[in-house]
């Protein structure tokens, strides 16, 4: 399965800011997935990035809240915009895994609190 | 609304014993089956996936899909205490993952 690393692995914000998580794969993959773990809770999928195209977000999600880039194959960014404290969560990334369908492997996250 | 349906345990198991996991389904348009395992403070880390009704095995682990009933289950044989986790069943008819709350699983040495 590909490599995956994320950056910041933790942060403590301040509400009203905004933090930008990246997600960077060691293999050209087609398909991102962002979710949030919010604490003892499962994970939800927030948004699809497929590059070239418009990130698809789920229900309860939206774009102005949780933009995300894919400028590349092997790269994206979740920024969480305007930030309470009910954004503190572990925010995923994924990405498809190769020859099984439908597959995800997760990066290690990144541990949001805000205060 | 899809769902995935977990019981969140804890259930303890005695090493050595099998340790059953369960795992119910509600969008019956689902095609794809899996199970992570994740550690406290870890990511998921995918153990098993299955798409077709049966058993499906590797290791210690085997897999079992019933569609017609919408349930998934995990088997853990000979369990150690290093398979102490939290057990996530999800589910996927497209692109994303739903994901049940979980399972804890304790081994008891």
């Known amino acids: 399965s590909a490599v995956i690393s994320q950056k910041p692995s933790r942060d403590i914000c301040q509400r009203g800011t905004s933090l930008t998580i990246q997600c960077q794969v060691d293999?050209?993959?087609?398909?991102m997935f962002w979710y949030r773990q919010q604490p003892g809770q499962s994970l939800t999928l927030i948004a699809t990035?497929?590059?070239?195209?418009?990130?698809?977000?789920e229900s309860g999600f939206v774009i102005d809240k949780f933009p995300i880039s894919r400028p590349n194959l092997t790269f994206s960014t979740l920024t969480v915009s305007n930030m309470s404290p009910e954004d503190s969560s572990i925010y995923l990334c994924?990405?498809?895994?190769?020859?099984?369908?439908?597959?995800?492997?997760f990066g290690p996250g990144t541990r949001l609190t805000v205060l | 609304q899809k769902e995935v349906e977990q019981n969140s345990g804890p259930l303890s198991v005695p090493e050595g014993a099998i340790a059953s996991l369960n795992c119910t389904y509600s969008?019956?348009?689902?095609?794809?089956f899996f199970w992570y395992r994740q550690y406290s403070g870890k990511s998921p880390e995918l153990i098993m996936f299955?798409?077709?009704?049966g058993d499906k095995e590797d290791g210690r682990f085997t897999a079992q899909l019933n569609k017609a009933s919408q349930y998934v289950s995990l088997l853990i044989r000979d369990s150690q205490p290093s398979d102490s986790a939290t057990y996530l069943c999800?589910?996927?008819?497209?692109?994303?993952?739903?994901f049940g709350k979980g399972t804890h699983l304790i081994i008891q040495p």
């Open positions: 994924s990405v498809e895994g190769t020859g099984v369908a439908d597959t995800q492997y």
């Open positions: 293999s050209q993959v087609t398909m």
């Open positions: 990035a497929n590059q070239g195209s418009e990130a698809t977000y």
């Open positions: 969008d019956r348009g689902s095609q794809s």
């Open positions: 299955i798409y077709s009704n």
């Open positions: 999800a589910v996927t008819p497209g692109d994303g993952l739903t």
